[in-house]
């Protein structure tokens, strides 16, 4: 009996919680417990088998997360498709031929929509597969808020504006994230995302040959570091040089862990806004210190500045739409 009352208790709890967010527009993560029970396990089945296929899409899945929060918040912004009267955020210089795993999250909506139609916004979906491709490369797990509605709108300009570059310096960097309300310390354990993934020799060859127009290379790279990376992407002007694609984390490079802080420390950080958050003094290389010597600080850290950039000005309540398919608005705009 006690069992039960206990059992009871956190139904009452939790309804009380679903309903309080919703008179007050606030995420919650028991926002589908009564509506989709079954929307968190119905997207890591997705993340799961695609990472399986492919373990570079677990990177893909985080990256698009990440995309679509830094644009006019976390609304699913990123998915739309252009249309003949409708300009989306695909195209924008940050994305294009950059962003992937589009495939895969209408994979995941059509799943859910199969299971209870008209309830899950595409929003949310990018928010658990972010989380849920992390903890299957073996990072973290935080709960994810819940809530998020999703845009009728979307803007190539805030894209182009919005997102950091890859030769960012360090202010460049603090400022882009303070501009969506995370501080220095989310910028720099969101960082690590880049321990998976891969990044194409067009975002980091000028470091490899021409640093700050120097005609030389940046010397904070590593000697042996440094030739194997002139040999994967030699100095040419040949497009399949440029696509060419190198391990954001050559040492474990579908594993989540702290070795991305490890390299930073040995001048094996691959791009140029990886590398300037330990050469450049101040807090950054201190940070970037303790989460090489500490990935339980990292993956702690890591979490909350996710649940952070999760909260970046979500549409709730009456605002937006939960869209029936993740790559058009509901009225097809």
């Known amino acids: ?59 893909s899945l985080l990256r698009l997360h990440f995309h679509d929060c830094f644009v006019n918040g976390c609304d699913a912004s990123v998915l739309l498709d ?25 994979q995941i909506k059509s799943d859910l929509e199969s299971a209870c139609s008209g309830i899950v916004s595409c929003a949310d979906i990018l928010a658990v597969a972010a989380r849920d491709s992390v903890v299957v490369s073996g990072g973290p797990f935080w709960q994810v808020l819940l809530g998020r509605r999703d845009s009728i709108t979307a803007s190539k300009t805030a894209a182009n504006n919005f997102l950091p570059n890859p030769a960012s310096d360090v202010s460049t960097l603090i400022s882009k994230f303070q501009a969506v ?6 910028m720099i354990a969101l960082s690590g995302a880049h321990t998976i993934g891969k990044a194409k020799c ?41 696509n060419s694609l190198a391990p954001l984390d050559f040492a474990s490079p579908t594993q989540f862990d702290n070795q991305y802080y490890v390299n930073l420390l040995s001048g094996r950080g691959l791009l140029n806004s990886d590398e300037v958050l330990f050469t450049t003094a101040g807090s950054t290389k201190d940070t970037v210190q303790l989460y090489g010597f500490d990935q339980f600080s990292f993956f702690r850290n890591f979490a909350a500045s996710m649940i952070n950039m999760g909260n970046i000005s979500p549409l709730t309540g009456s605002s937006g739409e939960i869209r029936n398919n993740c790559r058009f608005t509901n009225s097809g705009l």
């Open 181 to 186: 309300g995370l501080s220095e310390h989310d």
């Open 202 to 242: 067009s975002s980091f060859s000028q470091r490899l040959f021409n640093q700050s127009g120097s005609g030389k290379p940046d010397i904070s790279i590593e000697s042996n570091f440094l030739s194997a990376l002139q040999q994967l992407c030699p100095q040419s002007s040949s497009s399949s040089n440029a």
């Open 82 to 106: 252009d249309t003949p009267s409708f300009t989306g955020e695909k195209t924008a210089g940050p994305n294009q031929n950059s962003i992937r795993g589009f495939q895969v999250i209408d």
């Open 1 to 59: 009996m006690e069992s039960c009352s206990e059992y009871f208790k956190f139904v009452i709890a939790n309804s009380m919680l679903f309903i309080m967010s919703i008179v007050q527009g606030q995420l919650t993560p028991s926002f589908y417990l009564f509506t989709c029970p079954q929307a968190e396990f119905i997207i890591l089945s997705g993340v799961e088998r695609a990472v399986q296929n492919e373990p570079r899409l677990a990177a």
